[in-house]
Protein backbone atom coordinates (compact mmCIF):
# COMPACT_ATOMS: atom_id res chain seq x y z
CA UNK A 1 0.00 0.00 0.00
CA UNK A 2 0.96 3.58 -0.76
CA UNK A 3 -0.34 6.84 0.77
CA UNK A 4 0.32 10.17 0.92
CA UNK A 5 -1.97 13.41 1.62
CA UNK A 6 -5.21 11.29 1.38
CA UNK A 7 -3.91 9.18 -1.68
CA UNK A 8 -4.12 5.89 -1.26
CA UNK A 9 -3.46 3.31 -3.61
CA UNK A 10 -3.21 -0.22 -3.14
CA UNK A 11 -1.64 -3.13 -5.21
CA UNK A 12 -2.50 -7.35 -4.43
CA UNK A 13 -1.51 -8.06 -1.00
CA UNK A 14 -1.64 -11.55 0.94
CA UNK A 15 -4.49 -13.13 2.80
CA UNK A 16 -3.22 -11.84 6.06
CA UNK A 17 -3.12 -8.66 4.89
CA UNK A 18 -6.53 -8.04 2.65
CA UNK A 19 -8.61 -7.25 5.45
CA UNK A 20 -6.82 -4.10 6.71
CA UNK A 21 -6.97 -1.96 3.23
CA UNK A 22 -10.70 -3.08 2.78
CA UNK A 23 -12.51 -0.92 4.97
CA UNK A 24 -10.43 2.25 3.95
CA UNK A 25 -11.52 1.97 0.41
CA UNK A 26 -15.13 0.87 1.86
CA UNK A 27 -14.52 -2.47 -0.40
CA UNK A 28 -16.75 -4.90 1.70
CA UNK A 29 -15.02 -8.58 0.25
CA UNK A 30 -11.27 -8.51 1.52
CA UNK A 31 -10.52 -10.69 -1.68
CA UNK A 32 -10.72 -7.61 -3.84
CA UNK A 33 -7.24 -7.13 -3.20
CA UNK A 34 -6.04 -10.45 -2.74
CA UNK A 35 -7.94 -11.59 -6.20
CA UNK A 36 -5.47 -8.55 -8.02
CA UNK A 37 -3.80 -9.25 -11.41
CA UNK A 38 -0.30 -7.97 -12.22
CA UNK A 39 -0.14 -4.51 -12.82
CA UNK A 40 -3.84 -3.52 -11.07
CA UNK A 41 -4.65 -1.28 -8.00
CA UNK A 42 -7.40 0.14 -6.20
CA UNK A 43 -6.81 3.70 -5.39
CA UNK A 44 -8.71 6.32 -3.03
CA UNK A 45 -7.82 9.75 -4.12
CA UNK A 46 -8.73 12.91 -3.15
CA UNK A 47 -10.90 15.47 -4.88
CA UNK A 48 -11.87 18.96 -4.21
CA UNK A 49 -10.04 17.73 -0.79
CA UNK A 50 -12.67 14.78 -0.28
CA UNK A 51 -11.91 11.49 -0.23
CA UNK A 52 -13.32 9.68 -3.45
CA UNK A 53 -15.12 6.14 -3.64
CA UNK A 54 -12.68 3.82 -4.16
CA UNK A 55 -11.53 3.44 -7.91
CA UNK A 56 -9.67 0.12 -10.15
CA UNK A 57 -6.46 1.25 -11.80
CA UNK A 58 -4.58 -0.80 -14.09
CA UNK A 59 -1.14 -0.11 -15.41
CA UNK A 60 0.58 -0.41 -18.44
CA UNK A 61 2.82 -3.68 -18.25
CA UNK A 62 6.25 -2.16 -18.34
CA UNK A 63 8.58 -2.62 -22.09
CA UNK A 64 12.04 -4.25 -21.04
CA UNK A 65 14.52 -3.61 -23.33
CA UNK A 66 17.47 -5.63 -23.91
CA UNK A 67 20.96 -3.33 -23.98
CA UNK A 68 24.56 -3.85 -25.63
CA UNK A 69 25.07 -5.37 -21.66
CA UNK A 70 21.80 -7.76 -21.60
CA UNK A 71 24.10 -10.68 -23.07
CA UNK A 72 27.51 -10.21 -21.07
CA UNK A 73 25.04 -9.55 -17.55
CA UNK A 74 23.52 -13.56 -18.80
CA UNK A 75 26.57 -14.87 -19.43
CA UNK A 76 27.90 -13.47 -16.08
CA UNK A 77 25.32 -14.51 -14.16
CA UNK A 78 25.45 -17.95 -15.49
CA UNK A 79 29.11 -18.43 -14.75
CA UNK A 80 28.79 -17.19 -11.17
CA UNK A 81 25.52 -19.06 -10.04
CA UNK A 82 24.98 -22.30 -12.39
CA UNK A 83 26.34 -25.75 -12.22
CA UNK A 84 25.65 -28.56 -14.62
CA UNK A 85 22.59 -30.48 -14.66
CA UNK A 86 23.88 -33.54 -14.11
CA UNK A 87 26.02 -32.20 -10.80
CA UNK A 88 23.18 -31.11 -9.54
CA UNK A 89 21.26 -34.47 -10.34
CA UNK A 90 24.12 -36.55 -8.49
CA UNK A 91 24.05 -34.66 -6.30
CA UNK A 92 20.56 -34.71 -5.10
CA UNK A 93 20.33 -38.21 -5.32
CA UNK A 94 23.74 -39.06 -2.88
CA UNK A 95 21.41 -36.72 -0.45
CA UNK A 96 18.49 -38.91 -0.91
CA UNK A 97 20.61 -42.42 -0.61
CA UNK A 98 22.36 -41.35 2.21
CA UNK A 99 20.97 -43.08 5.44
CA UNK A 100 18.73 -40.73 7.96
CA UNK A 101 21.13 -40.39 11.34
CA UNK A 102 20.04 -42.42 14.34
CA UNK A 103 19.17 -40.52 17.50
Not at 17 to 29: M, N, Q, R, V
Not at 84 to 91: A, G, H, I, M, T
Amino acid sequence: MLGNTGSIIAHRVGADDAAAPAPEFGIPSPSAFTDLANYEAWARLPRDGAPTDAIPLSFDVPEVKASETTEAVIARTRARYTRPRRNVEDEIARFIARPLPMS
